[in-house]
């Protein structure tokens, strides 16, 4: 990242990010993809198809955020890669989520289960 982005992004853009940003975001954690690979996952996930305008604005958005990164493997494909921003935004998003959900023994255990199982 040049020290522009730096500069120009947010602290913490974990609450300007979409659901949809957010599951490309976690598609990406598990290793780098190509758009194509990035879309298939999208529509195993969400069990639709993923329009192309729907696709590539975002990740051009997380681009720009800083989230992600963009990188060439030839004239015709991109591949992009989860940055060190975007990797804290999912831990960010994940550690809100799991405090709003552990409210009792109970659901804190339930965490720690899905917790140990990955």
């Known amino acids: 990242m040049s ?10 853009v974990t609450p300007e990010l979409t659901a949809f940003q957010q599951t490309i975001l976690t598609i990406l954690a598990e290793e780098s993809r190509y758009g194509l690979a990035i ?4 529509e195993d996930y ?3 198809d993923v329009n192309h ?3 590539y604005p975002n990740l051009d958005d997380l681009v720009a955020m800083g ?3 963009k ?8 591949e992009y890669e989860l940055t060190e921003e975007g990797y804290e935004a999912l831990l960010s998003e994940l550690e809100w989520t799991a405090r709003k959900l552990a409210t009792d023994e ?3 255990a ?7 199982q990955a």
């Not at 020290?3 to 602290?11: F, H, K, L, V």
């Not at 879309?39 to 999208?42: D, N």
């Open 3 to 12: 020290e522009a982005q730096s500069q120009t992004q947010s602290p913490d």
């Open 39 to 42: 879309k298939r996952e999208l």
């Open 46 to 48: 969400y069990g639709t």
């Open 53 to 55: 305008g729907r696709l």
């Open 67 to 69: 989230v992600i990164e």
């Open 71 to 78: 990188s060439e493997l030839d004239k015709r494909t991109n």
């Open 106 to 108: 109970s659901r804190r």
């Open 110 to 116: 339930d965490l720690e289960e899905i917790v140990s």
